[in-house]
T-cell receptor, first 116, second 114 residues
Framework: GENVEQHPSTLSVQEGDSAVIKCTYS??????FPWYKQELGKRPQLIID?????GEKKDQRIAVTLNKTAKHFSLHITETQPEDSAVYFC???????????????FGKGTHLIIQP | NAGVTQTPKFRVLKTGQSMTLLCAQD?????MYWYRQDPGMGLRLIHY???????AKGEVPDGYNVSRLKKQNFLLGLESAAPSQTSVYFC?????????????FGAGSRLTVL
């Protein structure tokens, strides 16, 4: 099955600086890579995603890049704000994942802390 | 449109007791999932269902059972609770958008086993 590694587990940045979270995956058949944000005590929510036929996608202050050859993808947050403080999860969708043909395998999460 | 609703939100059990967590979705999604979330472990898949009347094991199925008698409901049961099952449980359903699989999560159920 798929294996997703996520780094770092904790990231502390000054407000206004950029933050980068990196993930690697093992299954070359994975074709969809979403990022979920979970605020303290809340449910995970999709914030951005990328498909395997695209190298980069941006949505305002957040962007995701994908390197299929190296099997890694990254989340970039620019001009960080206090409301960006949360746990971020990357995931990969592989035909070989548990969860049926559309199942997602999650990384272990990154706790992003925005320092004022 | 409530999305995904989980009940109960909190529960405290004694070792050996049984309970059922209920997940209901009103989005007509075929796929439904139960995850557990523990500190530093991320979201781990317990069981899932690809349609009414079907269930399958995920990454950490031991000690849990599930049923999907109706398309909108997915039940997670603990027959004999153990302290290792203390966790936050999330239900999710899947919207199969072309080229993307978007999970909608419930608000979570915090279970403590003493």
């Amino acid at each position: 099955g798929e294996n997703v590694e996520q780094h770092p587990s904790t990231l502390s940045v000054q407000e206004g600086d950029s933050a980068v979270i990196k993930c690697t995956y093992s299954d070359s058949a994975s074709n969809y890579f979403p990022w979920y944000k979970q605020e303290l005590g809340k449910r995970p929510q999709l914030i951005i995603d990328i498909r395997s036929n695209v190298g980069e996608k941006k949505d305002q202050r957040i962007a995701v890049t994908l390197n299929k050859t190296a099997k890694h993808f990254s989340l970039h947050i620019t001009e960080t704000q206090p409301e960006d403080s949360a746990v971020y999860f990357c995931a990969a969708s592989s035909p070989h994942s548990g969860g049926g043909a559309d199942g997602l395998t999650f990384g272990k999460g990154t706790h992003l802390i925005i320092q004022p | 449109n409530a999305g995904v609703t989980q009940t109960p939100k909190f529960r405290v059990l004694k070792t050996g007791q049984s309970m059922t967590l209920l997940c209901a979705q009103d989005m007509n999604h075929e796929y439904m999932y139960w995850y557990r979330q523990d500190p530093g472990m991320g979201l781990r898949l317990i069981h899932y269902s690809v349609g009414e009347g079907t269930t399958a094991k995920g990454e950490v199925p031991d000690g849990y059972n599930v049923s999907r008698l109706k398309k909108q409901n997915f039940l997670l049961g603990l027959e004999s609770a153990a302290p290792s099952q203390t966790s936050v449980y999330f239900c999710a359903s899947l919207a199969r958008v072309p080229g993307a699989n978007v999970l909608t999560f419930g608000a979570g159920s915090r279970l403590t086993v003493l």
